[in-house]
């Protein structure tokens, strides 16, 4: 049973402002020091239509940190859990064994397995010091596509729906 | 000035002041809070930042994208721990990137610590192209390349010597003075960035019409990439704001990229043939009679002439050549004609080509004749700045004699020096090499650029640089060329040295060292300041300190480097309310030429160019077709069916540099070919297959992408593909046939691989794409 979150938070996306510079992507593994292969978030190019009418689209993507997330679900150690305080999806790394069942149950292919084999993602850099700035991502997005926002369960799982159909439409 | 105190960082000691400030703000910061606003990063908050986490935190200026350069020159706060430079953030005071900086910019410190930093100066034991080298000190090459170029002055005159252009840098006029004190005018630009455009439009319009983007109703996004060049500059984010107030945008490039996808209608050219497309679309205005009969009138020379030529130059005619559907040619040409703000934003894609100039031309004389020149939201010509750093340019030394000793002049001797400077075109000068014709270059110096990955004609190109007498690469990391070199000289990065300052429109910021160098070297600037001194060059070359170097040039500014650096976020000069219709001022500019004749002899728009007359070209824009098309070569066509083209920007590397930066090669691994999913199904190839890609001149063997966004007729790569990345695991790439390098495809033949006025060179031809199977 996933406790219920009275807060949620995310990183909003809006794909018209976005120009796919890759800028949050690598923003995010300088600042985290992700090891390589290891990406907390990713740029993608969704093509729409056929020649001459195609079209492509922009989503940047990262842990949504679900109302409802598959991944702790999906998880046979319990080593994922949804924070009440604010929503946060987090893992537990003692428990984490790194199997990789999450990462088959979230349809946004987020998690990741860096060196040590245990889950990492997305924490909206709750935990880093940041200095008032916004997380490195949102920081040095040109087009300000990326913002974090507070939104309430039903606003995020409108907003998860959302980022499905962006996907399934590339 | 403050008293330095030896228990504080550096980054502290250069800004006392604004520490105290920042010191009273932290009373108030007990706590980091979440915010939930955009908040860029400003200098207090990235100092704070620094503190909290036990870092340094040094503003300074981007250096990934060459700092001057296209993109460059944007502001960053560089973050420093334990000595070792960890990352950066975008300077929010920063008119250039206001904040943001991208994926290049935040790989900077993998790039900085890459095994494949040079790190000793070399010198040459083995064979050519061998790449065997011993370490000498960084005095002894110095004295070595002197003593070579000293003797060969005396036997074979200054001129044989040649500096190859890199992609226009802030060291760029170091080079330029250091060939002018030599006495030689072979500064190898490219011939194919930028210039071309200047060129044309200088001889066409008087200026450069810069898109007024910010209030235009409509905007032509023409062989243009607004957001590769720079994707936190000003085109890039010009772009995203007139999407977000609907205007209209058009996209006209032969592939669909992130630019196109936010576009309200996609143009899809065949590459090179944008003089057609241009052609056609005057045909179209003319013929519909939506032109500015007033502006005509009174400011342009020719019209009837012009009126007269286009008249062949048909939609239908321009479909076939273009692929672009007469209908759409018809709409584009009225939508622009009928849209009073109406902009073009001419890239770099139209310079690829032996039309180029025609292109060019026609598209200025599109935005003439239907009255969108200077005004407002359309193109418009940049009022001078109001302050400049001193002038280095050694220009009182130009002379018809220094001109007339160009080995290959990029524009005619007749438009020489054309703005600036001298130039010869890069590829010619490799190429006298080879023949001797006008002569032969005996040393080449490479700063900053790879001429077998940069230029066209790879197997020339490697010959020329085995043949060549000295041969001198000068770098921050391995490049193509340097098994060839006699001399290596490693430089710097701008995060290790504190020089120069950076200045582009609107904003003054000195350059602070993030951190020592790491290895045995000196900046570039050096390297020409300590190799002027050797020379004898002295004089002009402040006696080889960078010091006072820099503060002669900021002299004009009223200021010294030492102030400048007091200025954390540096200087900001607000631009002036904008001035529209400055005719009469633009259509008689003087041009840089010897003779300093105005660019337009009549004062006004040169629909019939008398000046091009004159010297031998065509008074009128035509149609030239490129070494191999589907028009120009149909008897290829069996053998060769699909076209080749190449992109020149991308989001994640610089040109030819950076493949070996693993956060970057992460985003692009592998040198891809895209081609349509159509022409990838009849030859039974999927995503991600090897191919191999053959055209009359040379093969490459990549793998292969399956692109929705292409014509079915066209595959493209990205130029620049060779070097490995340790990191990764990945190696180099061959150079030439087997290899993935682009420039090895094309034709140099020099009756038909070449704008004839700008030296543009083709980059376009005709290929076969089949599966690789290894055998």
Not at chain 2, 356 to 366: E, F, N, Y
Not at chain 2, 628 to 647: F, Q, R, V
Not at chain 2, 655 to 662: G, K, L
Request: hydrophobic share 40%; net charge negative.
């Amino acid at each position: 049973m996933i406790p219920a979150s009275e807060i949620e938070y995310l990183i909003d996306f809006d794909s018209e402002k976005c120009t796919q510079c890759h800028g949050c992507e690598i923003a995010c593994k300088a600042w985290r020091e992700l090891s390589y292969g290891v990406q907390y978030r990713r740029v993608l190019n969704l093509w729409q239509g056929e020649y001459p009418s195609v079209k492509c689209a922009s989503l940047s993507l990262a842990c949504l940190h679900c109302v409802e997330p598959a991944c702790a679900a999906a998880c046979p150690e319990n080593a994922i859990s949804k924070r009440e305080k604010d929503g946060l999806v987090v893992v537990d790394e003692t428990v984490c064994n790194g199997c990789g069942i999450c990462a088959d149950a979230c349809a946004f292919e987020v998690p990741q397995f860096g060196k040590n084999g245990i889950m990492q993602k997305c924490d909206l850099c709750r935990d880093q010091q940041l200095a008032q700035a916004a997380p490195p991502c949102v920081d040095t997005c040109p087009g300000k596509a990326l913002s974090v926002i507070e939104v309430s369960q039903s606003e995020k799982m409108v907003h998860e729906k959302k980022i499905a159909q962006l996907l399934r439409s590339g | 000035m403050v008293a330095v105190n030896k228990n504080q960082t550096k980054s502290e000691r250069y800004f006392n002041k604004a520490l105290i400030v920042f010191q009273f703000e932290l009373l108030y910061i007990t706590s980091i809070q979440y915010l939930t606003s955009e908040v860029d990063m400003d200098f207090k908050q990235a100092l704070q930042y620094a503190r909290i986490n036990g870092e340094e935190c040094i503003p300074t200026v981007c250096g990934m994208c060459g700092p001057g350069g296209p993109g460059g020159g944007c502001g960053i706060y560089a973050f420093v721990k334990d000595g070792r430079f960890k990352k950066v953030a975008g300077m929010d005071e920063s008119p250039v990137n206001n904040g943001a900086i991208c994926a290049k910019g935040h790989a900077a410190p993998q790039w900085v610590y890459s095994p494949d930093r040079l790190t000793h100066p070399l010198k040459r034991i083995g064979k050519k192209g061998e790449g065997k080298f011993e370490k000498i000190s960084w005095n002894a090459a110095i004295d070595h390349i002197a003593e070579v170029l000293t003797q060969q002055k005396k036997t074979f005159g200054a001129e044989s010597l040649a500096i190859l252009s890199p992609a226009r840098r802030s060291y760029s006029e170091y080079l330029h003075r250091f060939l002018t004190a030599h006495g030689s005018p072979n500064y190898g630009h490219s011939g194919i960035c930028f210039m071309q455009r200047e060129f044309a439009y200088c001889y066409t319009v008087g200026d450069f019409p810069r898109p007024d983007y910010g209030q235009s109703d409509l905007i032509i996004y023409w062989g243009r990439q607004p957001i590769y060049s720079g994707p936190v500059a000003k085109p890039a984010r010009a772009f995203i704001a007139a999407k977000q107030r609907n205007a209209k945008m058009i996209a006209i490039k032969p592939s669909v990229e992130p630019d196109v996808g936010l576009a309200d209608i996609w143009v899809p050219v065949r590459p090179g043939t944008d003089a057609a497309l241009a052609l056609a679309m005057l045909n179209v205005v003319i013929a519909e009679n939506l032109i500015d009969h007033v502006f005509v009138d009174k400011w342009c020379y020719g019209f009837k002439r012009l009126q007269a030529h286009v008249r062949a130059y048909d939609p239908k005619w321009a479909e076939n050549i273009s692929g672009v559907p007469a209908s759409q040619i018809v709409e584009v040409a009225r939508l622009y004609a009928t849209t009073p703000r109406a902009a073009i934003d001419l890239g770099n894609g139209v310079e690829h080509a032996p039309s180029a100039s025609d292109a060019i031309r026609a598209i200025a004389i599109l935005m003439a004749i239907t009255g969108h020149l200077d005004r407002q939201g359309g193109n418009i010509f940049a009022m001078p700045p109001k302050a400049a750093p001193k002038d280095i340019l050694l220009k009182e030394r130009y002379t018809p004699d220094l001109i007339n000793k160009l080995v290959g002049p990029e524009f005619p001797v007749a438009f020489q020096p054309f703005l600036e400077e001298p130039t010869s075109a890069y590829y010619r000068i490799l190429e006298s090499v080879l023949t001797g014709k006008p002569y032969p270059v005996r040393t080449v110096i490479a700063p900053g650029t790879q001429a077998s990955v940069s230029t066209r004609g790879t197997k020339n190109v490697l010959a020329a640089l085995r043949k060549l007498d000295f041969f001198v690469v000068v770098d921050v990391a391995r490049t193509a060329d340097i098994p060839y070199a006699d001399i290596v000289i490693p430089v710097a990065t701008s995060y290790e040295v504190d020089h120069p300052f950076q200045m582009v429109p609107g904003w003054l910021m000195a350059t602070n060292r993030v951190i020592e160098p790491v290895g045995p070297f000196k900046s570039i600037f050096e390297f020409f300041l300590d190799l002027g001194n050797a020379m004898g060059y002295g004089d002009e070359f402040w006696n080889g300190d960078i010091g006072e170097a820099m503060d002669d040039q900021l002299e004009p500014l009223g200021m010294n480097m030492t102030e400048l650096r007091q200025q954390p976020s540096g200087v900001v000069y607000p631009s002036g309310p904008p001035v529209y219709e400055k005719f009469e001022a633009v259509f008689n500019r003087r041009s840089a030429s010897l003779n300093q004749g105005p660019y337009l002899p009549q004062g006004k728009v040169a629909l019939y160019n008398t000046t091009f007359e004159k010297a031998g070209f065509s008074p009128l824009p035509e149609w030239r077709e490129p070494p191999e098309s589907l028009n120009a070569t149909p008897e290829l066509t069996e053998k060769y069916p699909l076209i080749l083209s190449d992109y020149h920007t991308s989001k994640n590397f610089s040109a030819s540099w950076q493949r070996n930066v693993p956060h970057l090669r992460e985003i692009q691994p592998d040198p891809v070919l895209h081609i349509h999913p159509q022409a990838a199904a009849v030859r039974r190839i999927v995503e991600n297959d090897w191919v191999i890609v053959k055209s009359p001149h040379g093969w490459m063997k990549v793998k292969a992408e399956i692109y929705p966004g292409i014509r079915p007729d066209t595959v493209m790569i990205l130029h620049g593909w060779w070097q490995g990345c340790q990191e990764l695991g990945v190696e180099d790439f061959p150079l030439a046939d087997g290899g993935t390098n682009v420039n090895n495809m094309y034709s140099v033949d020099p009756e038909k691989a070449y704008d004839p006025l700008v030296t543009a060179m083709t980059s376009q031809t005709l290929v076969q794409v089949e599966k690789w199977e290894a055998s």
